[in-house]
Antibody, heavy 119, light 109 residues
């Protein structure tokens, strides 16, 4: 059974960089036709796609976050990562890592830690 | 960017009743790229339906999806107590860009 697990700080100061890593277990991250993405959910609100990465290293970003965002992959560790720079309180959210099949469904999700931006 | 609008915002029903949730897109959506998710408090979303009408692995057959173009529905034929949750539709619209609807809360009446 494929499992995804996010790790990283739960508290980030304004203007600093939010960094999260997703570790994939129970299967290879180097699988064709599947992508690895990040989705966030501000407290009490809906879901927003942040960006995705393919095992080849190709990346795809939400245009609204593109200038601050880096998503990367490390196939040797079966991990992919998110870096979001210059964060503000508006970036406070639960951050989920997830797998999506091509450009369709998100079929496996991590638990999603809450990341709070506050001084 | 394609905007998905879900209705109603909240649906109050009793166990055993039938629920129909709507998802309307601002532009035509390819059926292959329309999915539905269920989310319970403190949990990650769970894939229910993909390709507009295909049930994901392990999803009971009381859940069904339908629709095409700009109008899609999720139907729960006979509500069980564990079905009360928030439901989201989601689409891929090229660029690339994924968008989600704002959600429908299905609550016990």
């Amino acid at each position: 059974q494929l499992q995804l697990q996010e790790s990283g700080p739960g508290l980030v100061k304004p203007s600093e960089t939010l960094s999260l890593t997703c570790t994939v277990s129970g299967g290879s991250i180097s699988i064709t036709n599947y992508y690895w993405g990040w989705v966030r959910q501000p407290p009490g609100k809906g879901l927003d796609w942040i960006g995705s990465v393919y095992y080849s290293g190709s990346t795809y970003y939400n245009p609204s976050l593109k200038s601050r965002l880096t998503v990367s992959i490390d196939t040797s560790k079966n991990q992919f990562s998110l870096k979001l720079t210059s964060v503000t309180a508006a970036d406070t959210a639960v951050y989920y890592c997830a797998r999506h099949a091509g450009w369709g469904r998100f079929d496996y999700w991590g638990q999603g830690p809450l990341v709070t931006v506050s001084s | 960017e394609i905007v998905l609008t879900q209705s109603p915002g909240t649906l109050s029903l009793s166990p055993g009743e039938r629920a129909t949730l709507s998802c309307r897109a601002s532009q035509t959506v390819d059926n292959r790229f329309l999915s539905w998710y269920q989310q319970k408090p403190g949990q990650a979303p769970r894939l229910l339906i993909y390709g507009a009408s295909s049930r994901a692995t392990g999803i009971p057959d009381r859940f069904s999806g339908s629709g095409s173009g700009t109008d899609f529905n999720l139907t729960v034929s006979r509500l069980e107590p564990e079905d009360f949750a928030v439901y989201y539709c989601q689409q891929y619209g090229g660029s690339p860009m994924f968008t989600f609807g704002q959600g429908t809360t299905l609550e016990i009446k």
